[in-house]
T-cell receptor, first 115, second 114 residues
Framework: GAGVSQSPSNKVTEKGKDVELRCDPISGHTALYWYRQSLGQGLEFLIYFQGNSAPDKSGLPSDRFSAERTGGSVSTLTIQRTQQEDSAVYLC?????????????FGPGTRLTVT | AQSVTQLGSHVSVSEGALVLLRCNYSSSVPPYLFWYVQYPNQGLQLLLKYTSAATLVKGINGFEAEFKKSETSFHLTKPSAHMSDAAEYFCAVSFSGGYNKLIFGAGTRLAVHS
C-alpha cells in the first residue's frame, strides 16, 4: 500500500519568503508528526496531531512555524519569513494512534534550503 | 526528562564482522525504545522496537537489540555485517503519556568495508 508522501521533495527559497510543506499520511492513520533533521540539531520533534487537533506543539522553534491538518488527513507545515537556520530536512510520520507501542511510518522528507 | 545517547557517531566494520551500535537512555517513566535506519536520501525505517514485552527484540535484516533496565541500555547488534547495512542508525525513546513523540539520539553512521 501507499506510504507517507511529502511534497515537494526539495525546496529552495530566499531568506524572508514563506514556504509550505505538505504531508499525506497513510490512510486511516489518525496520528501525525512533524520532525526536523538538521546538521546541528539532529532529529527534533516539532508537532503532533491527533485527528485535526494538535495537543503537542512544544517542538515548534518559533512563532514563524505553524501547522494545520484538515479532514484528519493532509497536513501542511508553514514557515513564515524563512531564515537560513531553517534549512533542514522536514520529516513527516504517521501512526494508527497512541499508545506508544504503535510504529511511526516516516515519509521521505522535504529538503529545505534557505539562501 | 527523557534523552538518548548514542556512543560513537561513526562505526566501521569489516564485511562479516559483528555489528554493535550502542544506545543508552534516560527516562523517569517506563520507556518504549526503537531503532531506526536511514539510507541516503531516504526517510526513516523501523528496525525494531521494545514495548515492555520480551527484553530481547528481533528486527528486520538480522538485527536484534536487548533492553537492559539495570544498564539503561538498548544496544543494537547483528552477528555478520553486510555491505548493504551501511547507513545511519538512530536510537529513539518515547513514553506513555508523551503522545508517542520520539526523542532521538544523534545517530551512528555505520560503514562496512570489504
Amino acid at each position: 500500500g501507499a506510504g507517507v508522501s511529502q511534497s515537494p521533495s526539495n525546496k529552495v527559497t530566499e531568506k524572508g519568503k514563506d514556504v509550505e510543506l505538505r504531508c499525506d499520511p497513510i490512510s486511516g492513520h489518525t496520528a501525525l508528526y512533524w520532525y526536523r533533521q538538521s546538521l546541528g540539531q539532529g532529529l527534533e520533534f516539532l508537532i503532533y496531531f491527533q485527528g485535526n487537533s494538535a495537543p503537542d506543539k512544544s517542538g515548534l522553534p518559533s512563532d514563524r512555524f505553524s501547522a494545520e491538518r484538515t479532514g484528519g488527513s493532509v497536513s501542511t507545515l508553514t514557515i513564515q519569513r524563512t531564515q537560513q537556520e531553517d534549512s533542514a530536512v522536514y520529516l513527516c510520520a504517521s501512526s494508527l494512534r497512541e499508545p506508544s507501542s504503535y510504529e511511526q511510518y516516516f515519509g521521505p522528507g522535504t529538503r529545505l534550503t534557505v539562501t | 526528562a527523557q534523552s538518548v545517547t548514542q556512543l560513537g557517531s561513526h562505526v566501521s566494520v569489516s564485511e562479516g564482522a559483528l555489528v554493535l551500535l550502542r544506545c543508552n537512555y534516560s527516562s523517569s517513566v517506563p520507556p518504549y525504545l526503537f531503532w531506526y535506519v536511514q539510507y541516503p536520501n531516504q526517510g526513516l525505517q523501523l528496525l525494531l522496537k521494545y514495548t515492555s514485552a520480551a527484553t530481547l527484540v528481533k528486527g528486520i535484516n538480522g538485527f536484534e537489540a536487548e533492553f537492559k533496565k539495570s544498564e539503561t541500555s538498548f544496544h543494537l547488534t547483528k552477528p555478520s555485517a553486510h555491505m548493504s547495512d551501511a547507513a545511519e542508525y538512530f536510537c529513539a525513546v518515547s513514553f506513555s503519556g508523551g503522545y508517542n513523540k520520539l526523542i532521538f539520539g544523534a545517530g551512528t553512521r555505520l560503514a562496512v568495508h570489504s
